[in-house]
């Protein structure tokens, strides 16, 4: 099981930038498809972004395409997500998750396919 670590939330304006990172620990597998996802107060955990394990393939919800773009460095076991253009309804907590998979294109975007999860961190973005 992968240990995750996010970092980088904190308080900015609309229209600003903020970079998460997602740091993984411990023992872990050798190839791990990476995901973020986000929770709002009184909603339900959504998909934000995916990356897969060779960082060849991405997917993005709806709402963030275009303005989000997740990345990774393998060699130092983060995954990140740069965040511009923010608005008010990305307000939410922000988590990383983890997947061990094969193949090298494989993205994945729902909850119940990610075992290893972090703890969160808070983005608000003021109006």
């Known amino acids: 099981q992968a240990q995750l670590v996010e970092s980088g939330g904190g308080l900015v304006q609309a229209g600003g930038s903020l970079r998460l990172s997602c740091a993984a620990s411990?023992?872990?597998?050798?190839?791990?498809?990476m995901g973020w996802f986000r929770q709002a107060p009184g909603k339900e955990r959504e998909f934000v972004a995916a990356i897969s394990w060779s960082g060849a393939m991405t997917d993005y919800a709806d709402s963030v395409k275009g303005r989000f773009t997740i990345s990774r460095d393998n060699a130092r076991n983060t995954v990140n997500l740069q965040m511009n253009s923010l608005r008010p309804e990305d307000t939410a907590v922000y988590y990383c998750?983890?997947?061990?998979?094969?193949?090298?294109?494989?993205?994945?975007?729902?909850?119940?396919?990610?075992?290893?999860w972090g703890q969160g961190t808070q983005v608000t973005v003021s109006s």
């Open positions: 411990g023992r872990t597998a050798s190839r791990y498809a």
């Open positions: 998750a983890a997947k061990a998979t094969f193949g090298p294109r494989t993205v994945f975007v729902k909850i119940s396919e990610y075992g290893d």
